[in-house]
């Protein structure tokens, strides 16, 4: 019963270097997405995959790149961390494109000094 | 004007109150409609889907209304364990096909 697996649970960056936020779901959804959170703000989507092979942005993907590695992988990448993007980012799939439910990882807890 | 607007709380409520939140969306093309749950440091969780016509689930009590854009969220006989930040969520069908979030109600029940 993995669902969505996210690595690593925390880290701790110094502004400039970069780093890739791994995900991996077991649920054989087409659809995932990255999503980062900040007090009182919500949830908002940073970058997302319809579909194995495809990527779009979201709200928030200045300073980000994604991979969709095949139909269970979804990588989100730090190319310049900077202290704006100390944030708490989850991973999520779902079968239905925005549709239906998404189930989320248990998160990863970034801080860039 | 947000996608999804809710009151961030928090509510504070006795043991065995029932306590209503409502949230508003935007895109009157929205279709799907949910409620999740998220816990202090833990990821979201569905707590449940929003149908047309209202749907229960135990102690909670889910409506929408389609004409004034609007969702709400009953629960009756609150328990400490209902302490949480509640999501209002929906689907945005004219734009990214993923869900938007609101940013969340927050309840504390008190014994």
């Known amino acids: 019963n993995a669902g969505v697996t996210q690595t690593p649970k925390f880290q701790v960056l110094k502004t400039g270097q970069s780093m890739t936020l791994q995900c991996a779901q077991d649920m054989n959804h087409n659809s995932m997405y990255w999503y980062r959170q900040d007090p009182g703000m919500g949830l908002r989507l940073i970058y997302y995959?319809?579909?194995?092979?495809?990527?779009d942005k979201g709200e928030v993907p200045n300073g980000y790149n994604v991979s969709r590695l095949n139909k269970r992988e979804f990588s989100l990448r730090l190319e310049s961390a900077a202290p704006s993007q100390t944030s708490v980012y989850f991973c999520a799939s779902s079968t239905g494109g925005g549709y239906t439910e998404a189930f989320f990882g248990q998160g990863t807890r970034l801080t860039v000094v | 004007r947000k996608e999804v607007e809710q009151d961030p709380g928090p509510f504070n409520v006795p043991e065995g109150a029932t306590v209503a939140f409502n949230c508003t969306y935007s895109?009157?093309?929205?279709?799907?409609f949910f409620w999740y749950r998220q816990d202090c440091r833990k990821e979201p969780k569905l707590l449940m889907s929003?149908?047309?016509s209202g749907n229960e689930d135990g102690r909670f009590t889910a409506q929408l209304n389609r004409a004034s854009q609007y969702i709400s969220l009953l629960i009756r006989d609150s328990k400490l364990s209902d302490s949480a930040t509640y999501l209002c969520?929906?689907?945005?069908?004219?734009?990214?096909?993923?869900?938007?979030f609101g940013s969340g109600t927050r309840l504390q029940v008190q014994p």
């Open positions: 895109n009157s093309a929205s279709q799907s």
């Open positions: 969520v929906v689907n945005n069908p004219t734009g990214r096909r993923a869900l938007t």
């Open positions: 929003v149908y047309s």
């Open positions: 995959s319809a579909s194995e092979g495809t990527t």
